[in-house]
């Protein structure tokens, strides 16, 4: 399991991961991320058993790996606050800026497909899902940022889940 403070990161090299490639303003506004999703997180499970936090740590190293911008980092990390954090988006926009608190609010619209795509499933040949899933994801993302998101966040589920 990995630890839920951050200055525990440095010893496992996190820290470096998540850091490479941005400016010393961005690390801070990252560790400021990292305090405030452990302090939001705690010892909450995800629907897979995964803690949150674990699996933020995870979803923002794989976008730190694909070298995307500090703002998409810090999403990462914060990607399950609007369910554990009531009003969540102008506490986002207030501590991390309008662009974080919308990547946040993108993922939590994309998760939200699940039911659709379940109920879709019930009267549709595969194909028909496929390119009803296709609209109502293009429809949905203003940035494809988000969609890169929810992939990440996929990657990490199938890495712990292994």
Known sequence: MVSTTRSDLTGIGESD???????????????????????????????????AYSHALGLARNIAELRLDADTRVAGLLFAVPVYLPEAEEKLKSMFGAT????VVGISRINELRVVTRTAALGKSSGAQAEVLRKMLLAMVEDIRVVLLRLASRTQTLRWLA
């Open 100 to 103: 974080v608190a919308s990547l």
């Open 17 to 51: 991961v998540l850091n490479a490639g941005i400016s010393d303003e961005d690390r801070r506004t990252l560790a400021q991320a990292l305090d405030f999703a452990a302090s939001v997180y705690g010892d909450k499970l995800l629907g897979t058993g995964e803690p």
